[in-house]
């Protein structure tokens, strides 16, 4: 985004190269980025499997065969970039070989798809290798699994890598749909007058899964829908919804309102959350039989600023709800006085549906015809697309190669986001269960004091 005269990496390295995000999001982005153009550089996999190169390559094959499908001319492009390092990432010899791998390549970029918990050992090896020299490093979230745990991987990824060359990626900051919501919300005159206290009444935030943990119940299970998705994806949502304006022509100018709008959220206590596990989550492979993890939470925030003192901020995100949308709604506040006698559950609203399709929405009140002075809602759409133009992690993985730290997540704010949901986190409370194909306990109504409680995606008053 920033235009940046880094040079770009010579060399593309990601671990977990037989993994689950490998398979969904990351075969997917190299083979995008060598169609465009824009990777030409040795791409190596490292993972303890005891595969060889051939296995990585089916195994590429057929997460694009389930992801976007198999472009020929760049697979094939792809697969002659592509080299695999097999072995423990606690063993010296894995990163020895990972360096004579390496080749020339001066300035390689590491891409840490692996549990936070392997992180720390990774980085270590990267920097005793020489494999880390001249290099970047492109760490996952969740960075951490608390404040604390946060802050030690950040000293071991500093210890090796300097800040420029640390890359914290959050994936939902490379979506167009968030980029969007940016960018309607600072190049419109019309919203920043309203975008506050005195007009808003409300802000609601779902982020609605209908799969469940899809096999991934090991790693489900040391996290949890707060650790996932809240932490991380949907505080850095809020933080593009409740920011100040970024000053022009400074770089780090959208991370740092970011950062202190997120230092303004009151951290969560124990009346302002309510976690749910979906029947049927114990029996899941990885599963511990008597798991406490939440499959669901309902969290309701307040920013503690002029802004947005006393505006609800009330976020949702759940597996196995009855659909797949991530949606913003931002309510505006019921005129002062109803002129037509009319009661209005839902006032005027905007409508940021972030996935899986795009859209930005104005609600807003018409006549509806007939000789009643008897009103109805509609929907002005400002924008609606359904293809993307560039996958997140394509756009992520691309800016890292050449440098450009922008839509990446900053420190100040990952740690300002643990600090909101620290407390929360070791809460002894057992989750709520809650019916497959629902939209979570209904001890998440009582969370939210909004007459019309929660809007869920794609109910009838709001355009499919
Ligand atoms: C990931 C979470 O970060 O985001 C997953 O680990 C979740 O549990 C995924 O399914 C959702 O991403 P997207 O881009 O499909 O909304």
Known sequence: MSGTMAPPSDALVFFGATGDLAHKKVFPALQAMVKRGHLDVPVIGVAKAGWDLDQLKARARHSLEAHGGVDGVAFDKLCALLRYVDGDYADPATFDLLRQTLGSAKRPLHYLAIPTSLSSTVVGQLGRSGCARGGRVVAEKPFGRDLASAQALNRSLLAVFPEPDVFRIDHYLGKEAVQNLLYFRFSNSLFEPIWNRNYIDSVQI??????????????YDQTGAVRDVIENHLLQVTACLAMDAPLRGHPEAMRDEKARVLEAVTPLGPDSVVRGQFRGYREEPGVAFDSQIETFAAVRLQIDNWRWAGVPFYIRAGKCLPVSCTEVLVELKAPPCAAFGERMEHPNYVRFRLGPDVAIALGVRSKAPGEAMVGQEVELLATRGIGVEMAAYERLLGDA??????LFAREDAIEAEWRIV?????????????QPGTWGPVEADRLIEHPGGWANPFDTRTVS
């Open 206 to 219: 779902t982020m609605a899964e209908s799969v469940g943990v899809e096999g991934r119940g090991s790693f």
């Open 401 to 406: 190669m050449r440098g450009d730290p922008t």
């Open 422 to 434: 620290d407390a929360i986190l070791t809460s002894a409370t057992p989750p709520h269960e809650y």
